[in-house]
T-cell receptor, first 114, second 115 residues
């Protein structure tokens, strides 16, 4: 079945450090891929998305590239800030045109220290 | 433009009781999905409603049921509550629009605690 595996946390970085959170997926067909962020006490907010191979999603300095050959969608940011501290979820919906079968990874907690 | 709203914010119940959670979708959205998020885990898909019918269901028992109203709002009902039902319940709305790959928009959730 469809599934997402993301790197286990927690991840602790100093401000301005480089961030990578790994995400790999298993899916039939051609899924859409997403990164969501969850701040304490809140629901999930869409951070970025990519809907086909080689697409790069980007938002607020975060980027992720849809790599079909490695079935990956790693999240990166060149310089993290304290305000980026949150839990990050990789997710997929498949088939790509049908967003009712959304699968999430277990989440990676990021803490950024000043 | 109001986003997805859920009520109540927090709820405490005891084992065996029944609970109803409510969700109003983002304006313009016609599809509502429900998720269960246990502590430290990612959201797990419960079911989705469109045109007042359950469109797809995840791996949850029949104790979990739902409803969608003509105004697209939705309810999640859980009967015979178990301790393991303690979780954050998230509602997400979207527009069922074919190949547009519409992302789901989430509410802040209802924190359900079972004593």
């Amino acid at each position: 079945g469809n599934s997402v595996t993301q790197m286990e946390g927690p991840v602790t970085l100093s401000e301005e450090a480089f961030l990578t959170i790994n995400c790999t997926y298993t899916a039939t067909g051609y899924p859409s891929l997403f990164w969501y962020v969850q701040y304490p006490g809140e629901g999930l907010q869409l951070l970025l998305k990519a809907t086909k191979a080689d697409d790069k999603g980007s938002n607020k300095g975060f980027e992720a590239t849809y790599r079909k050959e490695t079935t990956s969608f790693h999240l990166e940011k060149g310089s993290v800030q304290v305000s980026d501290s949150a839990v990050y979820f990789c997710a997929l919906s498949a088939p790509a045109y049908n967003n009712n079968d959304m699968r999430f990874g277990a989440g990676t907690r990021l803490t950024v220290k000043p | 433009d109001a986003g997805v709203t859920q009520s109540p914010t927090h709820l405490i119940k005891t084992r065996g009781q029944q609970v109803t959670l409510r969700c109003s979708p983002k304006s313009g959205h016609d599809t509502v999905s429900w998720y269960q998020q246990a502590l430290g885990q990612g959201p797990q898909f419960i079911f989705q409603y469109y045109e007042e019918e359950e469109r797809q269901r995840g791996n949850f028992p029949d104790r979990f049921s739902g409803h969608q109203f003509p105004n697209y709002s939705s309810e999640l009902n859980v009967n015979a509550l178990l301790l393991g039902d303690s979780a954050l319940y998230l509602c997400a709305s979207s527009l069922l629009a074919g190949a547009l790959n519409q992302p789901q928009h989430f509410g802040d959730g209802t924190r359900l605690s079972i004593l």
